[in-house]
């Protein structure tokens, strides 16, 4: 068995009465954990919607007292005796929220689910991940190879279940905790949890994301930062170029490229990079850059990433080659879900920014109809908006940003047809109407936009867009 690596210690206790704010996946899974743990809890919740009532008979049918329709007020918490010693937030919840303000001005330790699961698994390693894009893939790629190499690495966090609910699970199947556990961490985790001190830290890009939140560039740059600062080994993507231009302000990181070596900038020596096809170290090649079959160079990033974890651990080259092999790929990231009638249909749903939709752009064969829309955020759109120049032959904006989107293609003198419509469902009609009458070979649904206008995720987006296109293979006859 590979041995982990050092682990730093440093969450403090949690105690006998914990408040936790949000009745989320990770607000849910976090009150159950601490529960366990011997903490009495309450959940405060500021809505009531049917699924929020029948998950609060849940959670007191198990002895956890839930207030929901309650505010987030520093008087909530008055009126409920002596502030507790601590209060759980969902990620959702704006950090610089003037009631967590004051709690914390209070002496209140104010902090992430992330934190309790931190807490709970003592002496397990993380390998904490996190970056504007790539963070998902990347994530199911470091747990399946260490799975592959007879490891118990499984994976939680931001893409999924919660760190809290994985840890739950296990205690209450009285199973011992994994070798490594596998997290995928947001911004939004990563502020909420400032302990959190990872065996590995790995940063896949940064681009700008969440500004609406962040406010600047440079603070989501030092959220993310703090992550992979507190880790005993740091894995940096040197083809990022943020990540480059930040290079002289790290020591101790080791740089992972898909291109050669040769091509870095001095200062920059690559544990792993890519060269004549090949993945190669300081101590000789390794195995095929093709091992991973997934389109677009953001994939050989990742590849080298999760590769360096493997690294990093020994495992052997031709057992990381032949795990690579056997990766499903991702759902919602650049996923292939059929071809019908000579178009190959791609869910791309997680792609909820300009640059991440660029990216898929780059990945994929043009001329294609591309589907765009949800909620928009901040950012620059310019390099998407090229991106859609050069390869697609149209765009179907829907949702909230419908109009937003029709007037940026508008403006950038956009070549191509343009269709807006109301929904997802009428999109994916105008997409393959559309995409039969250009020949154009692909449709893609990467909508550059968050899901929240008219879906609880982004999972349930491209959920609903697997099945509408599913709908008109059933039925060819009703949409020609």
Not at 44 to 65: F, M, V
Not at 316 to 340: Q, S
Request: proline share 6%; charged share 20%; aromatic share 6%.
């Amino acid at each position: 068995m590979i041995q982990p690596l050092p682990l730093r210690e440093v969450s403090p206790p949690f105690g006998a009465f914990t408040v936790v704010v949000g009745l989320g996946r990770s607000g849910a899974g976090a009150a159950r954990l601490l529960q366990s743990l011997g903490s009495r809890v309450l959940v405060l919740e500021s809505s009531g919607t049917p699924a929020q009532h029948l998950q609060a008979r849940a959670l007191r049918a198990g002895g956890i007292d839930v207030q929901l329709d309650c505010p987030l007020t520093i008087e909530s918490f008055e009126a409920r005796g002596p502030l507790p010693a601590a209060v759980v937030v969902s990620p959702g919840i704006r950090w610089d929220h003037p009631t967590l303000v004051e709690l914390r001005n209070r002496g209140v330790r104010v902090c992430g689910e992330p934190s309790v699961a931190w807490a709970a698994s003592r002496g397990l390693p993380w390998i904490g991940i996190t970056g504007t894009n790539g963070k998902t893939t990347v994530t199911h790629l470091v747990s399946h190879l260490l799975q592959a190499a007879g490891l118990d690495a499984p994976m939680a966090g931001n893409m999924g279940t919660s760190a809290a609910e994985l840890l739950l699970e296990r205690r209450l199947r009285g199973e011992a905790n994994p070798d490594w556990l596998v997290m995928e961490l947001s911004s939004y985790q990563i502020e909420a949890s400032p302990e959190l001190a990872p065996a590995f830290g790995l940063w896949t890009t940064l681009t700008p994301d969440h500004l609406e939140r962040h406010g600047t560039l440079s603070n989501y740059r030092a959220i993310k930062r703090r992550l992979v600062e507190n880790a005993t080994v740091r894995l940096l993507n040197a083809d990022d170029a943020d990540l480059r231009a930040q290079a002289p302000n790290w020591d101790q990181a080791d740089w992972v490229s898909a291109g050669p070596r040769a091509g870095l900038p001095a200062g920059i020596e690559p544990l792993i990079w890519i060269e004549n096809g090949r993945l190669c170290s300081r101590d000789g090649e390794l195995f095929d850059a093709d091992s991973l079959a997934l389109p677009g160079q953001h994939n050989q990033q990742n590849l080298v990433l999760a590769a360096a974890v493997g690294l990093k651990l020994g495992l052997d080259p031709a057992g990381m080659a032949a795990a690579f092999r056997r990766f499903p790929g991702v759902p919602h990231r650049l996923e292939r879900i059929c071809e019908r009638a000579g178009i190959t249909w791609y869910n791309d749903s997680k792609a909820t920014n300009y640059d991440a939709a660029e990216v898929a752009l780059k990945a994929l064969p043009g001329p294609m109809v591309v589907l765009a829309g949800g909620q928009a955020k901040q950012g620059d759109a310019s390099v998407w908006l090229a991106a859609l120049q050069r390869q697609a032959a149209a765009v179907v904006v829907y949702g909230a940003a419908s109009d937003h989107f029709a007037g940026l293609l508008l403006s950038s003198g956009f070549s191509g047809e343009v269709r807006n419509v109301e929904d997802l469902g009428a999109a994916v009609l105008a997409a393959n109407a559309l995409a039969t009458a250009s020949g154009s070979p692909t449709v893609l649904l990467s909508p550059a936009c968050a899901s929240f206008d008219q879906y609880s995720s982004f999972e349930a987006r491209g959920n609903h867009f697997r099945a509408l296109v599913a709908a008109l293979n059933a039925t060819p006859a009703a949409i020609e």
